[in-house]
C-alpha cells in the first residue's frame, strides 16, 4: 500500500473536495500564490483559481469571521490560520460565532466551516508561535475539534469536517506534516469525526494519546514492548465530541492508564480523560492516572531547552514505569 | 413617493416604537430578562434602509435589533415571544432580545459582540458574489463599533475582494456613554470609510426618506458590481444604552432638541401637510398597531416554556 505524508494527505483530502464540491473553497494567508506556507495548497490557485483559492490580507479577525458568514450563507469554506497562534486574534469569531450561531438563533442558522490551523512546539519559534492550545478550543459546546495523528486519519477527518454540517477546527501539528503512513489510493477515506481508534493492542497499561503525542506514545509502547510491558494505545483523534468508548473498554481491560498531550498538563486534555475516568471506571482503577504533558514554560527558543519542556518517549516510559 | 409606501412605514416605524415601548413595561414587570437595548429615535434607519432592499438582499445587525426584525416583516407575535423567553420565540427562546433572527426573510441576526457580525456581512456577501446572485447585504452597526478591529478588518476585505456590501453606521452619538468624539480619532465616520477605497456618505437619518435614497442607490451600486458602499447615518436614541442606564452623559436638553426632529414625527408632517391624508386615517394606523401589539403580547405570555430537553438541541447540526 502506498505510503504517502501527513501533509500529501492533507493535500489531497482538500483537492478530492473541491472538486467533489464546487461549494468548497479555501481562503487564507498565503494559500494562493505562495502555495501555503506549510505547501498544502501549493499549485491549487491554478487548479482551482483565483475564486476557489482565496488569499486574504494578515488580518484573522476577518479570516475567521468571513469563512463563518461565507458558510452561514451557504459556501463550504476551509479558512486557513497560518498557525493556531494567529487564531487567538480570531478566538471571537470561532468561538462567539462560528460555534454558537446554530444554537443561540434555535437552529435556524448553520455554520459549516472548517478552520484548519497547524501548530505545535519543537521547532525553535519561541514563546509565541510554539503553542498547543488544543484543550481552550476543545472547551466550548457548538465547536468540534479534531487533530489527527496519523495520514491515513488526517485525509478522513479532514473529509469529513468539509461535509460536517458543523463548524470543525482541524488541528494539525507541525512536525507530523513529514510524517508517513499507509493511504490508499483510488478509495473514499472517511474517518468520523468523534471516534477514537485503539492504535496498538496490549494487556498491561493504557496510553491515550492523540495528534504528535500519538508517535510519542507509539515510539514508546514499542520500547515498553521490547522490556515486557505491552501497552494499548488509544488515539482520540477528536477532541469534540471525545468519545471515550474505546479509552474506557481499554481500561477495563489494563486498570491503568496514561494521557499523553503537548498541551500543557494544567487543565488539559489529560485532566479531563483523568477525571473522566475515574468518574466512569473507578472500580477498575488499579494506580494513579499519570499525566505526560508540556512542563508548564513559556517555549524558549534554544533547542535543548525547548525540547525540555516537551513530552518525548522517555517521559512516558517513566511514567508507565511507575505505575506498572 | 406613492401615498400608501409612506403610510406603511409610518406604520413600521410606530409598530417599532410602540413594540418597544411595550417591551420596556415588560421588562419593569419582570417578564423581559438580561439586557434590552432600545431603538427608539432610529426607527427611520431600519425602515428606510429595508424598504429600499430587493428580496433576495440580505440583512445582519447589532444587539439594538428589534427595529430591524420587525422592519424584514417577522410576525410580532414571534418576536415578542423571543422577547419573553419562549418556545414559540424567533429563536426557540434561546436567543432573546440580542438574538433576533428570520433566515427566511434573510435577516441574519443581532449580534451582541461589538464588531462580530461585520466579518460575517463580509463572508455573506462573499458567498452571494461567489454564486452570482447579484443580491447585497445591509450590515448595520454603531458608532462605537468603528474602533473595533473587527471593523477595519471586514471593511478592508469587503473592498479587497469588491463585495456587495452597504455597511450602515448607525451614528446615534454615543457608545454606551461615550460620545463619538471621545471615542474616535475622526468624529465623521465617513472618513474611515475612505481609508478602505470607499466614498461614504453622510445622511439624515431621521427623515425615512433620505434614508430610503440614499440606501437604494448605494444598494443598486453594490448590486451592480462597484464594490462596497457606506453609509453613516445620523441618528439618535431617546432611551439609555440599555434598561438601567443613568443617563449622565448627556443632558435633557440635548434629548429634546433630537426630538424635534423625531423620524415618526418628520414622516407624520410629511404625510399629513404634503399629501392629501388626514389625521384620522394616521389614528386609524396607531389603534391598529396597538391591537397587533396587544395580540403579541398575548400570543407570547400564553406560549409555553421550552421544554427542558430543549437545552440539548441545535448545539451541533449532527449530534
Not at chain 2, 166 to 195: C, P
Request: aromatic share 8%; net charge negative.
Amino acid at each position: 500500500m502506498a505510503k504517502i505524508t501527513m501533509r500529501q494527505a492533507i493535500t489531497d483530502a482538500l483537492r478530492e473536495e473541491m472538486i467533489r464540491d464546487d461549494n468548497v473553497f479555501i481562503m487564507g494567508e498565503e494559500v494562493g500564490v505562495w502555495g501555503g506556507t506549510y505547501a498544502v495548497t501549493r499549485g491549487f490557485i491554478d487548479e482551482f483559481g483565483e475564486k476557489r483559492v482565496r488569499d486574504t490580507p494578515i488580518a484573522e479577525m476577518v479570516i475567521g469571521g468571513a469563512a463563518a458568514g461565507a458558510a452561514m450563507n451557504g459556501l463550504r469554506p476551509v479558512a486557513e490560520f497560518m498557525t493556531i497562534n494567529f487564531a487567538f486574534l480570531a478566538l471571537d469569531a470561532i468561538i462567539n460565532h462560528a460555534a454558537k450561531v446554530h444554537y443561540m438563533f434555535g437552529g435556524h442558522i448553520k455554520c459549516p466551516v472548517v478552520f484548519r490551523a497547524p501548530g505545535g512546539g519543537g521547532r525553535q519559534l519561541g514563546a509565541t508561535h510554539s503553542h498547543t492550545p488544543d484543550a481552550i478550543f476543545a472547551h466550548f459546546p457548538g465547536l468540534k475539534v479534531v487533530s489527527p495523528g496519523t495520514p491515513y486519519d488526517a485525509k478522513g477527518l479532514l473529509k469529513s469536517a468539509i461535509r460536517s454540517d458543523d463548524p470543525v477546527l482541524f488541528i494539525e501539528h507541525a512536525t507530523l506534516y513529514q510524517l508517513r503512513g499507509e493511504v490508499p489510493e483510488g478509495e473514499e477515506i472517511i474517518v468520523p469525526i468523534g471516534v477514537s481508534d485503539v492504535k496498538r493492542e496490549g494487556s498491561d497499561v493504557t496510553i491515550v494519546a492523540y495528534a504528535q503525542g500519538l508517535s510519542v506514545a507509539m515510539d514508546a509502547a514499542n520500547q515498553l514492548s521490547n522490556e515486557g510491558i505491552e501497552a494499548e494505545v488509544v488515539d482520540l483523534r477528536s477532541l469534540r465530541p471525545l468519545d471515550m468508548g474505546p479509552v474506557l473498554e481499554s481500561f477495563r481491560k489494563t486498570y491503568k492508564a496514561v494521557v499523553v498531550e503537548e498541551g500543557y498538563r494544567s487543565y488539559g486534555i489529560g485532566s479531563e480523560i483523568a477525571a473522566r475516568i475515574q468518574e466512569e471506571g473507578f472500580d477498575y482503577l488499579d494506580a494513579p492516572i499519570k499525566r505526560v504533558a508540556q512542563l508548564e514554560v513559556p517555549l524558549p527558543y534554544s533547542k535543548d531547552l525547548e525540547q525540555a519542556a516537551l513530552i518525548n518517549a522517555p517521559r512516558v516510559i517513566e511514567a508507565v514505569k511507575e505505575i506498572v | 413617493m406613492d401615498k400608501s409606501i409612506l403610510m406603511d412605514w409610518y406604520r413600521q416605524m410606530v409598530l417599532i416604537r410602540r413594540f418597544e415601548q411595550r417591551c420596556a413595561e415588560l421588562y419593569q414587570q419582570g417578564k423581559i430578562g438580561g439586557f434590552l437595548h432600545l431603538y427608539i429615535g432610529q426607527e427611520a434607519v431600519a425602515v428606510g434602509t429595508i424598504a429600499a432592499k430587493a428580496d433576495g438582499d440580505h440583512v445582519i445587525t447589532a444587539y439594538r435589533d428589534h427595529g430591524h426584525a420587525l422592519a424584514v416583516g417577522s410576525d410580532t407575535n414571534f418576536v415578542m415571544a423571543e422577547m419573553l423567553g419562549k418556545a414559540t420565540g424567533v429563536s426557540k427562546g434561546k436567543g432573546g432580545s440580542m438574538h433576533l433572527v428570520d433566515v427566511e426573510r434573510h435577516f441574519w441576526g443581532g449580534y451582541a459582540i461589538v464588531g462580530g457580525h461585520l466579518p460575517l456581512a463580509t463572508g455573506i456577501a462573499l458567498a452571494e458574489q461567489y454564486k452570482e446572485t447579484g443580491n447585497a447585504v445591509l450590515c448595520y452597526f454603531g458608532d462605537g463599533s468603528t474602533n473595533i478591529g473587527y471593523f477595519h478588518e471586514a471593511l478592508n476585505l469587503a473592498s479587497v475582494w469588491n463585495l456587495p456590501v452597504v455597511w450602515i453606521a448607525e451614528n446615534n452619538q454615543y457608545g454606551m456613554g461615550t460620545a463619538v468624539d471621545r471615542a474616535s480619532a475622526v468624529s465623521e465616520l465617513i472618513k474611515k470609510a475612505s481609508a478602505y477605497g470607499m466614498e461614504g456618505q453622510r445622511v439624515n437619518g431621521m427623515d425615512v426618506l433620505e434614508v430610503y435614497e440614499s440606501s437604494k442607490a448605494a444598494l443598486d451600486r453594490a448590486r451592480s458590481g462597484q464594490g462596497p458602499q457606506f453609509i453613516e447615518m445620523m441618528t439618535y436614541r431617546y432611551e439609555g444604552h440599555s434598561m438601567g442606564d443613568p443617563l449622565r452623559y448627556r443632558t435633557k436638553d440635548e434629548v429634546e432638541k433630537w426630538r424635534e426632529d423625531d423620524p415618526i414625527g418628520v414622516l407624520e408632517r410629511h404625510i399629513l401637510q404634503d399629501l392629501d391624508v388626514d389625521k384620522d386615517s394616521l389614528e386609524t394606523i396607531d389603534q391598529e398597531v396597538e391591537q397587533q401589539i396587544e395580540e403579541a403580547v398575548i400570543f407570547a405570555e400564553e406560549s409555553p416554556l421550552p421544554a427542558a430537553e430543549e437545552l440539548f438541541t441545535d448545539i451541533y447540526v449532527e449530534a
